[in-house]
């Protein structure tokens, strides 16, 4: 069965980074785009990123682009979110999402809290 | 980029009552919408996505309608499992982005 797994959530300083990571498994990971969407305390869903299967394409919120990069490793079935200059704002839990029919499986997230 | 605007944001139904959530995006998307469940502290769940498709292993009491920029979701007979927020999300062009959440509350 499909299982998407995150890791490296914590509590960061503002201005540090944190690299977060998500283990796919139960499906062939090379063949799917892939997706970050992150849901802050108490509010909604934000899509924050996707890259697509080889990871040659790559698209960002506005809220990120510049300091958020995803990537990928097709060997390891693992895609990554590098947060640079964290700020306050981006406490929040972070999913990783597989791309088809929009996003039909979701990881059980991880939370990121940036606090001084 | 595309807003999502849904309302309610809020609403309280019974056991049995039929209810309609809409959703309208500020400009066209074709037919490139999603409806999730989310309930809390747990991932979304993909319950209807191209506007009308109901995604496999989610109960057919759950509807989408629409296309372009009025969307909606219906559930025919609330179950006491349906009490649980609602999203909708386009896909229609980057960035992606969803509507602020229904709120479905037991009256």
């Known amino acids: 069965q499909v299982q998407l797994v995150e890791s490296g959530g914590g509590v960061v300083q503002p201005g540090r980074s944190l690299k977060l990571s998500c283990s796919a498994s139960?499906?062939?990971?090379?063949?799917?785009?892939m997706h970050w969407v992150r849901q802050a305390p108490g509010k909604g869903l934000e899509w924050v990123s996707i890259?697509?299967?080889?990871?040659?394409?790559?698209y960002y919120a506005d809220s990120v682009k510049g300091r958020f990069t995803i990537s990928r490793d097709n060997s390891k079935n693992t895609l990554y979110l590098q947060m640079n200059s964290l700020r306050p704002e981006d406490t929040a839990v972070y999913y990783c999402a597989r791309d088809y029919h929009s996003n039909d499986y979701w990881g059980q997230g991880t939370l990121v809290t940036v606090s001084s | 980029d595309i807003q999502m605007t849904q309302s309610p944001s809020t609403l309280s139904a019974s056991v049995g009552d039929r209810v309609t959530i809409t959703c309208r995006a500020s400009?066209?998307?074709?037919?490139?919408l999603a409806w999730y469940q989310q309930k809390p502290g747990k991932a979304p769940n993909l319950l209807i996505y191209k506007a009308s498709s109901l995604e496999s292993g989610v109960p057919s009491r759950f509807s989408g309608s629409g296309s372009g920029t009025e969307f909606t979701l219906t559930i025919s007979s609330l179950q006491p499992d349906d009490f649980a927020t609602y999203y909708c999300?386009?896909?229609?062009?980057?960035?992606?982005?969803f509507g602020q959440g229904t709120k479905l509350e037991i009256k």
């Open positions: 999300q386009q896909y229609n062009s980057y960035p992606w982005s």
């Open positions: 400009q066209s998307i074709s037919s490139w």
């Open positions: 139960g499906f062939t990971f090379s063949s799917y785009a």
């Open positions: 890259i697509s299967y080889y990871g040659n394409n790559k």
